[in-house]
Nanobody, 115 residues
Framework: QVQLVESGGGLVQPGGSLRLSCAAA????????MGWYRQAPGKQRELVAV???????DYTDSVKGRFTISRDSAKTTVYLQMISLKPEDTAFYYC?????????WGQGTQVTVSS
């Protein structure tokens, strides 16, 4: 289990922006991908965005054009820039890392979009 430290959640009005960060306490060697998932009350956890070791990104359809996943040069911290936030983006957001085929999850951070 790799320690993942998330930050950046909070309360924002519709149309607002937030930036989430996730720092992995590990070297980049062996990292297959890092990504962000979210879980709203009463719903299953879903993939939001992912970035592979090679830098390829993928997004769930509902956030395309609004969310951007990126990482630092060390490839051990990922960011999720979220703009044009909607109430339906409200959820607990989790960072996930897959390294040498094994998954680690962060503790999660709450994002609430409400006026």
């Amino acid at each position: 289990q790799v320690q993942l430290v998330e930050s950046g959640g909070g309360l924002v009005q519709p149309g607002g922006s937030l930036r989430l960060s996730c720092a992995a306490a590990v070297r980049s060697v062996g990292i297959n991908y890092m990504g962000w998932y979210r879980q709203a009350p009463g719903k299953q956890r879903e993939l939001v965005a992912v970035i592979s070791s090679g830098g390829t990104t993928d997004y769930t359809d509902s956030v395309k054009g609004r969310f951007t996943i990126s990482r630092d040069s060390a490839k051990t911290t990922v960011y999720l820039q979220m703009i044009s936030l909607k109430p339906e983006d409200t959820a607990f957001y989790y960072c996930k890392l897959r390294r040498f085929g094994a998954d680690s999850w962060g503790q999660g951070t709450q994002v609430t979009v409400s006026s």
